[in-house]
């Protein structure tokens, strides 16, 4: 291959142009601290306001419930964090899918570990969908939060958030989602998902790496993690960075703009892409298949491989994707989400995901296809003789 090509987009996408652009004067000349009251710092205040006004219209929501943070991690630990502080020794349980990111489901592993709240874990179906009559099963006196992903980050499938809201709504108990991966990639509107609480990062939607936001409909629920200055309405201290938050609205903004055209091309491609898998590999399981799914993400597993092998040889032949064996140094352990649809375990140890976006062409899916399919036969002729063990830390994105 004579050029290199990026399919790993849900791990992380290139800044824009647009976005970098909009970004630079606040590096170079508009340099002033957004909380202070002179020239200097007006002008980062109007940046930083500018982006958050952008953000809301993205989401379909006030600014004012909007606050800019590092990362989704860091927004998705300050939710949860929160919520467990509001009820500390009340009782709290909590209600999250089987299938969360890691941040979600390493923070309620340690609340739970400190006694501070009770997790029950859904599962999905074998699509991958979590179903809200399956929550309401689990449904207790002290249910004080659900927590469900809009979007999966290995599958792509997407989770019906506006029916789980719904449903929990009429129980009094308040919704939050992880909605990362979906925000920029499918129309989120917030207020039409009834959503409480949700949480975004900027490198999902060609914006840098380094910042995120939350958005809480009653600010009174947070308990900042982050003590120090009033900034961020008081909820996250800190000095702003203000060409990130920038830029995070300048990448809401084109988000806005060009959505519909570009996923209706990122659709054409995965599912030509997973035709042409398809066709040579039949015996090959599309993850989420018969679920809705994000325009550009396809999760397949190739019976009688090593995923994270073939995402190495790819790698060597200057293409750019990922397992599905996710936030594990240890390759032999399968994707928990994969195990969780109900796929067994050496299936899933073949699993790799291609999430295609904009530094993508109609042009390289051929290429792309026939490399794998020549590397997965070479990989059956000759099998690997011992796992390699690597820290794929990217690979939980």
């Known amino acids: 291959m004579t050029k290199k ?55 379909g929501v006030s600014e004012s419930t909007l606050t800019f943070t590092s990362c989704g991690s860091e927004s998705n630990n300050t939710i949860l964090r929160s919520v467990a502080s509001r009820f500390a020794g009340q009782g709290c349980h909590i209600i999250a899918s089987a299938i969360e990111h890691p ?53 792509g499938v997407i989770q019906p958030i506006q029916k789980i809201a719904q449903m929990a709504h009429e129980k009094g108990i308040k919704v939050h989602s992880d909605t990362v991966q979906g925000v920029g990639k499918i129309p989120v509107d917030l207020e039409e998902l009834g959503v409480d609480f949700a949480t975004f990062s900027a490198h999902k939607l060609y914006g840098p790496k380094g910042i995120g936001a939350f958005y809480a409909r009653d600010r009174s629920w947070i308990t900042p993690m982050i003590l120090g200055g009033g900034q961020e309405n008081r909820l996250r201290a800190g000095t702003e960075s203000v060409p990130m938050i920038v830029a995070f609205g300048a990448a809401a903004e084109k988000s806005k703009r060009v959505h519909q055209e570009e996923a209706e091309l990122l659709v054409a491609m995965r599912d ?126």
């Not at 599962?123 to 179903?131: A, F, M, S």
């Open 5 to 59: 090509v990026y399919m790993d987009h849900n791990a992380t996408t290139p800044v824009d142009p647009e976005v970098l652009e909009a970004m630079l004067p606040y590096l170079k000349d508009c340099y002033g601290n957004a909380s202070s009251v002179h020239e200097w710092g007006k002008e980062a205040r109007y940046g930083v306001e500018k982006a958050r006004m952008q953000l809301g219209e993205l989401l």
């Open 103 to 155: 941040c979600i489901y390493r923070c309620l592993e340690d609340l739970e570990n400190q006694a501070e709240v009770e997790v029950s874990w859904i599962e999905p179906d074998g699509n991958g969908v979590i179903h809200p009559d399956r929550i309401a099963e689990e449904i207790r006196m002290d249910t004080r939060l659900v927590s469900i992903m809009l979007a999966n980050n290995e599958t």
């Open 272 to 397: 030509d892409l997973e035709k042409r898998l398809l066709e040579s590999i039949p015996e090959a399981l599309v993850c989420g298949k018969e679920a809705a799914r994000l325009p550009g993400t396809l999760c397949v597993c190739f019976p009688g491989i090593m995923g994270t092998y073939l995402v190495l040889d790819m790698a060597e032949e200057g293409i750019a994707i990922s397992s599905g064996s996710a936030c594990s140094a240890n390759q032999s352990k399968p994707s928990h989400v994969l195990i969780a649809m109900g796929i067994d375990s050496e299936l899933a140890r073949g699993a790799v995901r291609l999430s295609l976006g904009r530094a993508n062409s109609p042009e390289q899916i051929e290429e792309v296809a026939n490399t794998a399919l020549r590397l997965i036969q070479n990989q059956k002729e000759h099998p690997p003789e011992e796992e390699t063990e690597l820290d794929l830390l990217s690979l939980c994105d």
